[in-house]
Structure formats: C-alpha cells, structure tokens
C-alpha cells in the first residue's frame, strides 16, 4: 500500500484546510490515521478511524476542530481542519494500520505512511 497526501499550505490563523491521503491499494480494512511532526519536535498522534468510519478518535489538541473521515470506495481518507492555530504548524502524514483498531494513537501500529505534507498557519 503506498500513500499520497495532497493539501497542505500556507494558512491564516482561524482558517480551514482539508488533507486527502490516498492510497494505491484497498484499503478498507485498515485502520486508517493522522500524525504530525512540528519542527524540533517529536511525531504526535492527531486523529484515527476505524475501518468502516464508525469509530474515530482525537487528540486533545484538536478535539472539535479537526474532523477525519474515509470514503472506502475511493481508498481516501481526509482531514478537515477548522480553526486552525499557529501551533498546529507541522508536516502531517497519514498511515495505515493492518491491526485492530486497538491503541490507534500509537505510530508503532501503523504498518504504511504517506510521504508528509507541510501546514503552516500563521498568526
């Protein structure tokens, strides 16, 4: 399975950006998620979803602002992101994982990754 992010950018503080992660393969059975990497800092888990959509899960950090969602047909999940701070600059990945949907915040459970795609919000 490969992944391709798309919609990354440049972006005022309070805007919106929605991220697409396609992936070359089916992917309807995999658990699907968010990660981010801020310069200096380390890879923190944003959002998952479960293989048929019915479960998702958030950080704190972007509880109520962000929205992921998966659309199985087209083997695309996709990142709304709403309200967007400053702090939320960093390069965004999407992963896939083959396992349960069981500590889907950990990064070690996902078994593919897209190639990052960077999100500046600025003040």
């Known amino acids: 399975v490969q992944l391709q992010a798309s919609g990354g950018g440049l972006v005022q503080a309070g805007g919106s950006l929605r991220f697409s992660c396609a992936a070359s393969?089916?992917?309807?059975?995999?658990?699907m998620g968010w990660f981010r990497q801020a310069p200096g800092k380390e890879r923190e888990f944003v959002a998952t979803?479960?293989?048929?959509?019915?479960?998702?899960y958030y950080s704190d950090s972007v509880k109520g602002r962000f929205t992921i969602s998966r659309d199985n047909t087209q083997n695309t999940v996709y990142l709304q992101m709403n309200s967007l701070k400053p702090e939320d600059t960093a390069v965004y990945y999407c992963?896939?994982?083959?396992?349960?949907?069981?500590?889907?915040?950990?990064?070690?459970?996902?078994?593919?990754w897209g190639q990052g795609t960077l999100v500046t919000v600025s003040s």
């Open positions: 992963a896939a994982s083959r396992g349960p949907y069981s500590d889907p915040a950990n990064d070690g459970k996902y078994d593919y």
């Open positions: 393969g089916r992917t309807s059975n995999y658990v």
């Open positions: 979803i479960s293989w048929g959509g019915r479960n998702t």
